[in-house]
T-cell receptor, first 111, second 115 residues
Framework: GQNIDQPTEMTATEGAIVQINCTYQTSGFNGLFWYQQHAGEAPTFLSYNVLDGLEEKGRFSSFLSRSKGYSYLLLKELQMKDSASYLCAVRRGGATNKLIFGTGTLLAVQP | EAGVAQSPRYKIIEKRQSVAFWCNPISGHATLYWYQQILGQGPKLLIQFQNNGVVDDSQLPKDRFSAERLKGVDSTLKIQPAKLEDSAVYLC?????????????FGNGTRLTVT
């Protein structure tokens, strides 16, 4: 089976730092993705982790601990345009290598 | 590089009617996915193609949903007959391969409303 958990909503202040957590349980783990989705738009790729540790990409960083089934997305120097839903997705290995999404975390950035 | 193209952008139908969605993936992308996203939820995989073959359709309601990718490029997803609970955004995505690090690139989706 597969289970991905994220907080439903978060609020943060412009210029601050926010951490969005994701925990997962899956068989055949083969990587974890973070996507950003603005209302009414398509999800866009942010980051990918397959090994333990931190991946940094500008204002966004993503961390993975495979042993704990845990990841987080860190957003620094928040801007109003960062208000969006953030989707954690786990790639399940095997013949299909399918990508399973969590329900997403709706982040509201306030002035 | 042109992105994933989908049409129509919006569709409103009555229950029991049929509807079809079209997707053109990024050129050269062998893997194509159809996801269903209900409001407030994450995308749910319906079907995954590798070239023109189906590799996963375990969550496709096959009594009413069908999909094809005859020439390994464009794809169509059909619902017949539609139910109220099919109201959702249907997202098409493509990736260059099924390799673990290969990200999915999504189209803007088709928003379906069933009344």
């Amino acid at each position: 089976g597969q289970n991905i958990d994220q907080p439903t909503e978060m609020t943060a202040t412009e210029g601050a730092i926010v951490q969005i957590n994701c925990t997962y349980q899956t068989s055949g783990f083969n990587g974890l993705f973070w996507y950003q989705q603005h209302a009414g738009e398509a999800p866009t790729f942010l980051s990918y982790n397959v090994l333990d540790g931190l991946e940094e990409k500008g204002r966004f960083s993503s961390f993975l601990s495979r042993s704990k089934g845990y990841s987080y997305l860190l957003l620094k120097e928040l801007q109003m345009k960062d208000s969006a839903s953030y989707l954690c997705a786990v790639r399940r290995g095997g013949a299909t290598n399918k990508l399973i999404f969590g329900t997403g975390t709706l982040l509201a950035v306030q002035p | 590089e042109a992105g994933v193209a989908q049409s129509p952008r919006y569709k409103i139908i009555e229950k029991r009617q049929s509807v079809a969605f079209w997707c053109n993936p990024i050129s050269g992308h062998a893997t194509l996915y159809w996801y269903q996203q209900i409001l407030g939820q994450g995308p749910k995989l319906l079907i995954q193609f590798q070239n023109n073959g189906v590799v996963d359709d375990s969550q496709l309601p096959k009594d009413r949903f069908s999909a094809e990718r005859l020439k390994g490029v464009d794809s169509t997803l059909k619902i017949q007959p539609a139910k109220l609970e099919d109201s959702a955004v249907y997202l098409c995505a493509s990736s260059s391969s099924r390799a673990q690090g290969s990200p999915l690139h999504f189209g803007n989706g088709t928003r379906l409303t069933v009344t």
